[in-house]
């Protein structure tokens, strides 16, 4: 036996560490088993497997801290999150949906990570979005120590932290990991980028995914980008990679890129079958390469243990998930009466009072346009709060700051953020690249690490690109880890038309899209006034929030106002009635309202009383406001820009039926754009958006009625 157990290091490694890279590899394919067998036998409801990426994970838990670094691991990511120190019963717990999970608290499909205490972020299902949150979250940490203000009070944030994000090689087809690489690597964050290549994605091999096979290859231009490969089903060897690549992040020399060749010895999922696209030779090919059983020989051969000795380990392993399996299948699942909960904050309610300053709020000053009332909002709010950072497309004065002092800057193209970097810095206030996905990606990292993001979308017509980060990731995050992270981070996007050469492009409205999401605020002033205290209002919320600001009303005289306090809010999901009337109901927001008020004005030399509603916020909307006219006038009209069919009117009208339908003396109306796209032609676009006209006559024929 002495002669057996010789070794007591191999490649600088010694016998505790070998021993403790082939338990936890060992640990992570028999959780994978297990779970398997529950599947089979209807205990849980769905398995994904890391089998075959043990090494290179371990070796990557091993290189970082866990607690310390960041972490935004993918769903093959079982052996690192076990090495940073989740336990195999938090695991099963996730497995089976209970309420004690960590990772989800029985939200999340198993296998998608999340730990509070060792700063793995909640992780979704949709591949490559995390790619953009981890350069933010790295981005936040680089920014907090270019912000003088936060330097003496930041939480969790060192010098050398590292951010760590992974996938599998299918992912890097995604355009937001491209982006995120361009990000990383021009701010030189320390982001260590591990990609986990089994060879396919799903049933799509590798050479066709990516052009050459070999996505290492394809990256080699990025600056100051620190390109490694290993073979990641050797952990020593991979140990050693991830060591130099953690190394090079830490010193602050840039980002990092692991590109580990590993195996995928089970299918793609459950619900997959890889026999139908794999040869029986690949197949048993990649089995001749499995790192756990060629560690385990290893350890032998090189006389760490016996095969006694493995064996016990293996044994030791079977009782403890044997163990937390009979703890997980007994562990209660979430109450359903919890379903709502964490949709939106439960700390911080921006519909209630605390958030209402509007009553007696004294105005000085000359008037201001809607762009002069947000551009003080957002002064007197970055000097208030030294975490807002805010950036977009054209959103700085200058991006080469040396020419502060010779030009008079841009500030965005509508001029909304000018003279904020000049005042705040750059380190506050900053270009993005022309990515939308960049912009919102990178704000979400940023807001999981305690900045407050106000972002510019450039024009309502290019979010799309960002819809993704937005649908699945922004709204989400809070619910999905059951309130264990949160993003508040704030969107401000010019929307609308009545532009005069807008066109197809520059005219969008689509706000009822947006509206569909749980857990995102949706605001849309109509006038100055407004506009300050309702972004006021958004900046102090908890929760993500679509400021809409329309670009038609952006400098009209008729919307003009003197300035509030710096403390002046306006609560969401309190409308306004901006006319009184007795005889007929208008529910409107936005550029309409204007458009209503002079409807009502006409329709008041025919002796009709119009009683005009200014909802302000759209998620949530002032039902209460709402049903209260509708009662008094017993006639509803909702008049909005979005097009008629699916617009906004129809979720009201749709209410009031079922609500108030023994007070209507007349069907409800809805006055709308048509259901086609704004044209350049002004007098196609005029046709194709709701006029003053359409809104007088929607009135007098309910009157009549």
């Known amino acids: 036996m002495a002669t057996e157990l010789k070794a007591i290091e191999y490649r600088g490694f010694d016998r505790e560490q070998m021993i403790g890279i082939y338990r936890t590899m060992f640990l992570s394919r028999r959780l994978d088993d297990k779970e398997i067998q529950l599947k089979g036998q209807n205990k849980i409801f769905f398995q994904i497997s890391g089998a075959g990426h043990e090494a290179i994970l371990v070796a990557a838990g091993m290189a970082l801290k866990p607690g310390y670094d960041w972490f935004y691991p993918y769903y093959r990511d079982r052996a690192l999150c076990l090495q940073l120190g989740m336990t195999p019963l938090e695991q099963l717990l996730s497995a089976v949906g ?34 953009l949150q981890a350069v933010g979250c790295a981005e936040a940490g680089y920014r907090f120590g270019l912000i003088e203000e936060l330097k003496s009070r930041v939480d969790k944030f060192h010098d050398d932290e590292v951010v760590y994000v992974s996938a599998g090689d299918g992912t890097t087809s995604e355009g937001e990991f491209w982006e995120a690489l361009n990000t990383a690597s021009n701010l030189k964050l320390p982001v260590l980028f591990l990609i986990e290549d089994n060879g396919y994605a799903i049933s799509v091999p590798v050479e066709v995914q990516t052009a050459g096979g070999d996505v290492s290859r394809l990256v080699a231009g990025f600056p100051d980008l620190y390109i490694q490969k290993c073979d990641g089903t050797d952990p020593v060897a991979s140990l050693e990679t991830m060591h130099r690549a953690v190394r090079y992040c830490r010193e602050r020399r840039g980002p ?3 590109h580990a060749k590993v195996i995928r010895p089970y299918s793609h999922s459950l619900s997959d079958d890889e026999k139908l696209y794999r040869s029986d030779e690949e197949r048993m090919s990649d089995a001749e390469r499995d790192p756990v059983k060629l560690f385990g020989a290893l350890l032998i051969e090189e006389g760490f243990v016996t095969q006694e000795d493995l064996q016990k380990i293996k044994d030791e392993v079977d009782a403890e998930v044997l163990a937390a399996t009979d703890i997980a299948l007994l562990s209660p699942q979430p109450d359903p009466k919890t379903a709502t909960d964490f949709v939106y904050s439960p700390d911080v309610d921006p519909t209630s009072k605390e958030f209402d300053t509007e009553e007696g709020a004294e105005l000085s000053g000359n008037a201001g346009t809607m762009v002069d009332l947000i551009n003080r909002c957002l002064h007197e709010e970055m000097a208030r709060n030294p975490a807002i950072v805010v950036f977009g497309e054209d959103v700085a004065d200058v991006s080469r700051e040396e020419h502060l002092g010779k030009v008079k800057g841009k500030g965005g193209v509508f001029k909304v953020t000018a003279n904020l970097q000049r005042k705040f810095g750059g380190a506050r206030v900053f270009n993005s690249p022309l990515a939308e996905a960049n912009i919102v990606g990178r704000a979400i990292g940023m807001a999981t690490r305690g900045l407050k993001p106000v972002v510019e979308i450039q024009f309502f017509d290019y979010i799309w690109p960002a ?12 619910w999905r880890s059951g309130n264990e992270w949160k993003c508040p981070v704030v969107m401000r996007v010019p929307v609308g038309g009545y532009l005069k050469g807008g066109a197809v492009y520059h005219s969008q409205s689509g706000d009822t899209i947006f509206t569909h999401l749980p857990g995102l605020r949706v605001v849309y002033p109509s006038n100055a006034l407004d506009a300050n205290g309702l972004l006021r209002t958004a900046i102090r919320c908890d929760d993500p929030v679509l400021f ?10 008729y919307n003009k106002s003197q300035y509030p306090s ?12 901006v006319r009184e009337g007795t005889d007929l109901t ?27 509603i200014d909802l302000r916020t759209l998620a949530p909307y002032d039902w209460e406001a709402i049903a209260a006219s509708v009662k008094k006038t017993n006639r509803l009209i909702i008049a909005h820009e979005d097009t008629l069919s699916h617009g906004f009117g129809a979720e009201v009208a749709a209410r009031a039926a079922d609500e108030l339908f023994e007070h209507l003396d007349a069907p409800v109306r809805r006055v709308a754009a048509l259901d086609t796209f704004v044209a350049y032609a002004p007098r196609v676009e005029d046709a194709i958006l709701p006029q003053v006209d359409d809104v007088t006559r929607a009135i007098t024929e309910l009157h009549n009625y």
């Open 98 to 131: 209970a309420e004690a999970d960590p990772n989800s608290h029985g939200r999340q499909m198993p296998s998608h990570w999340g730990h509070k205490k060792l700063n793995i972020v909640t992780q979704s299902s949709p591949t490559g979005t995390q790619f």
């Open 256 to 258: 990092a890129l692991v």
């Open 467 to 478: 819809m993704h980060q937005i649908h699945n990731e922004l709204v989400l995050i809070r």
């Open 548 to 557: 809409l600001e329309h670009k038609h009303l952006y400098r009209q005289a």
């Open 566 to 577: 710096d403390n002046f809010m306006i609560p969401f999901g309190k409308a306004k009635t």
């Open 586 to 612: 208008v529910v409107t927001y936005g550029a309409l309202v204007h458009r209503s008020l002079v409807a009502a004005k006409r329709a008041e030399q025919q002796g009709i009383s119009v009683e005009v």
